[in-house]
């Protein structure tokens, strides 16, 4: 919801107000001028006292002087004498600068705290994933598995040119659903953190009703941020290795560090773009927005957020391999007498099974991934715009 000054969203999610067209915020009414300002006709000057009273810091007969407390009191701004400093935690993390321990437990914290629309969210995403993706394995994938080698050793390619129609519109199926479901996924989550932060409960139906309407803005912005990187990399790499190809050894002196700059450009804007989603879904902007809002974050601490981002990356990876390991064993036929000698059969029974097998490990994996996202995003914002004040603010009004 636009408003003037800046956003405004539930819960104090809200991106900080945008200056004013003079570069400076404009006072409000009954707020004193901003430095530079002349007072009203009429005002006191901001600074002097009024006609009869004392100047400002002077006591007057019997008070402490002002930053003094009195006799007995305690000094404003700290605890009581003998208590230990209450941190502001109504959440799974501190409303305070996230160190990398606290961002790993607080997506851990998230899934423990709220498991039915965390984990039921990725659960029914991950199974209508693996549906789909097994369906395509035995449809799509099918022929390419059963090309008769034969045929092809006798020069008949027909068959092979079919296989491989079907196995390239199969695996661009795959990858748009692939996308469409992790957009689904990563934005219901993030809505799971914007409640977790605060401490707030929330049901899978709520959940459900928060990222509705966001839906095709994730999408959109998903293939948006894929365009952009894939193009980045396919571009420098395309132009490397054509040169490469055609002046040989003397290209490769070019051409080897443009493809490496392709693959740093795509990581580049990968990271630029990582906390887009976030904004979209907590502060209710738009793709185009989502985008500024992501690069502002991520651009005075692009290598901290690249090296949780990796770390993420790394743990994700290792729990899924090993969450996979058992199906994937199954596939390839290690446990005796399991499946037929038939290689074609067992070729589409270790597919199926690895498919399986990456659903279960994506309903544990990709829920904590996103999760790490929307906590990086939360730590960002609080560094750069002092978020934990209105955070703090909203959970205290809900209390």
Do not use: C, H, N
């Amino acid at each position: 919801m636009s408003e003037p000054g800046g956003w405004t969203t539930p819960d104090g999610w809200g991106a900080p107000p945008a200056p004013s067209s003079s570069g400076a915020p404009q006072p409000g009414p009954g707020q004193p001028p901003t430095y530079g300002q002349q007072p009203a006709p009429g005002q006191q000057p901001y600074g002097q006292p009024a006609p009869g009273q004392p100047a400002y810091g002077q006591p007057t007969y019997g008070q402490p002087t002002y930053g003094q407390p009195a006799y007995g009191q305690q000094p404003p701004g700290q605890q009581p004498w003998g208590m230990r400093p209450v941190e502001d935690k109504p959440g799974v993390v501190p409303l305070r600068p996230l160190g990398l321990g606290e961002v790993l437990d607080g997506a851990v914290g998230v899934l423990r705290r709220y498991p039915r629309p965390a984990l039921g969210f990725a659960a029914g995403v991950a199974l209508v994933t693996t549906v789909l993706d097994v369906l395509l394995l035995v449809t799509a994938f099918q022929p390419f598995l059963e090309v008769d080698s034969a045929a092809f050793e006798r020069g008949d390619t027909a068959a092979l040119r079919d296989a491989l129609g079907g196995a390239a519109a199969g695996t661009l199926l795959s990858v748009l659903l692939s996308i469409v479901s992790g957009a689904v996924l990563t934005g219901a989550i993030t809505a799971v953190v914007g409640k977790a932060v605060l401490g707030q409960p929330l049901s899978l139906g709520e959940a459900w009703t928060q990222v509705r309407s966001r839906l095709l803005p994730l999408i959109g912005l998903a293939l948006l941020v894929l365009v952009m990187v894939v193009g980045a990399f396919a571009v420098a790499t395309t132009a490397g290795a054509l040169l490469i190809a055609v002046t040989g050894g003397i290209g490769a002196l070019v051409g080897v560090p443009l493809i490496l700059a392709g693959v740093a450009a795509a990581v580049w804007l990968y990271v630029r773009f990582a906390l887009a989603p976030s904004a979209l879904v907590l502060e209710r902007v738009g793709i185009g927005t989502s985008l500024r809002r992501s690069a502002v974050l991520v651009r005075r601490d692009w290598w901290r957020v690249f090296g949780i981002l990796l770390l993420t990356l790394v743990i994700g990876a290792f729990v899924s391999q090993v969450v996979q390991l058992p199906f994937a064993a199954l596939g390839a036929g290690s446990i005796g007498g399991v499946f037929s000698a038939d290689t074609d059969v067992l070729a589409t029974r270790a597919l199926v099974l690895s498919s399986i097998g990456g659903g279960i490990a994506a309903t544990l994996v990709a829920p904590f991934t996103a999760a790490v996202y929307a906590l990086v995003y939360v730590d960002r914002r609080i560094r750069a715009e002092g978020l934990d004040v209105s955070l703090s603010a909203a959970a205290a009004s809900r209390s």
